[in-house]
Nanobody, 116 residues
Framework: QVQLRDSGGGLVQPGGSLRLSCEASGFTFSGYAMRWYRQAPGKERELVERINAAGGTKYYADSEKGRFTISRDNAKNTVYLQMNSLKPEDTAVYYC?????????WGQGTQVTVSS
């Protein structure tokens, strides 16, 4: 049974940092790409970053490039999203995602709120 458990969100001031974690189980983690999405109130869920099984990364939004870094630890079955220089517009629920054997699996989400 595939499970993804997101954690690490919270309230942070503008300019601050957070590191999100997603612990995976139920599949061969090292063989799959992982993604972070986010969904702000009233908006559609959007892809933030993706990391492939080999650890290569791809940025999807210019607004996050240079501020967010995705990484993975295959020994711990965990993917991370390091977020620096956070802005109020980064406020959203963040979800990790894995496409395993043609099916999309999602974490439960972790709330990130950037506010003074």
């Amino acid at each position: 049974q595939v499970q993804l458990r997101d954690s690490g969100g919270g309230l942070v001031q503008p300019g601050g940092s957070l590191r999100l974690s997603c612990e995976a189980s139920g599949f061969t983690f090292s063989g799959y790409a992982m993604r972070w999405y986010r969904q702000a109130p009233g908006k559609e869920r959007e892809l933030v970053e993706r990391i492939n099984a080999a650890g290569g990364t791809k940025y999807y939004a210019d607004s996050e490039k240079g501020r967010f870094t995705i990484s993975r630890d295959n020994a711990k079955n965990t993917v991370y999203l390091q977020m620096n220089s956070l802005k109020p517009e980064d406020t959203a629920v963040y979800y990790c995602n894995a496409l395993v054997v043609g099916y999309n699996y999602w974490g439960q989400g972790t709330q990130v709120t950037v506010s003074s």
